[in-house]
């Protein structure tokens, strides 16, 4: 079955880059679809971050694309995202997700991400 | 880009139905038939009950049915049941200088 994990620390300094990984598994990430992030804030709504297409096409929420980087390795099955110059407003639960045509139906469940001193 | 309007809260009681709505503008939901919507309980992922506006996911119980009538899409939740009481969000393809993808602030559902 499809399924996805989140990885990566679950604290981060401000001013530093913050760094996930999404293992696939259940398909191939080379098939028709892309890889995407998606975060919530304690209590906030869901926000979407960023998309990959296992060419290494992207594309970025416009408010975090300067500070925001996709990246897909189909050799392991997995994508990944960097964060730079974290405040604490980018502590978050970061969950990735199967997105196809701006939907996401599988989900990861999710790695709580906090930043701190 | 701003978040896509939803209410904060809707409410009905077992066997009655609620509706959601989601508000953008020509940017997303008007021009584009990828509207999606979301319920997430407490503590958990999130999980699909409608893409492209209308259709359901495999497992989604037809109770579930969404529609779009220019920028303000809507999920109708017919016959509540307990288990529906969630968090639901609707999104939305858009566009300003490049694609992506914008949420809604979220409904939370109250069974009474």
């Known amino acids: 079955q499809v399924q996805l994990q989140e990885s990566g620390p679950g604290l981060v300094k401000p001013s530093e880059t913050l760094s996930l990984t999404c293992a696939v598994s259940?398909?191939?990430?080379?098939?028709?679809?892309?890889g995407a992030w998606i975060r919530q804030p304690p209590g906030k709504a869901l926000e979407w971050i960023a998309s990959?297409?296992?060419?290494?096409?992207?594309y970025y929420k416009p408010s975090l694309k300067s500070r925001a980087t996709i990246s897909v390795d189909p050799s392991k099955n997995e994508f990944s995202l960097n964060l730079t110059s974290v405040t604490a407003a980018d502590t978050a639960v970061y969950y990735c997700?199967?997105?196809?045509?701006?939907?996401?139906?599988?989900w990861g469940r999710g790695i709580l991400v906090t930043v701190s001193s | 880009q701003s978040a896509l309007t939803q209410p904060p809260s809707a409410s009905g009681s077992p066997g009655q139905s609620v509706t959601i709505s989601c508000t953008g503008t020509?940017?997303?939901?008007?021009?584009?038939?990828?509207v999606s919507w979301y319920q997430q309980h407490p503590g958990k992922a999130p999980k699909l009950m409608i893409y492209?506006?209308?259709k359901r996911p495999s497992g989604v119980p037809d109770r579930f049915s969404g529609s779009k009538s220019g920028n303000t899409a809507s999920l109708t939740v017919s016959g509540l049941q307990a288990d529906d009481e969630a968090d639901y969000y609707c999104?939305?393809?858009?566009?300003?200088?490049?694609?992506?993808?914008?949420f809604g602030g979220g409904t939370k559902v109250t069974v009474l």
């Open positions: 997700a199967r997105e196809m045509a701006s939907s996401a139906d599988y």
């Open positions: 999104s939305s393809h858009a566009i300003t200088t490049n694609a992506f993808v914008l």
């Open positions: 492209e506006v209308n």
């Open positions: 020509s940017s997303d939901v008007g021009t584009y038939k990828y």
């Open positions: 259940g398909y191939s990430i080379t098939s028709d679809y892309y």
């Open positions: 990959v297409y296992h060419t290494g096409r992207t």
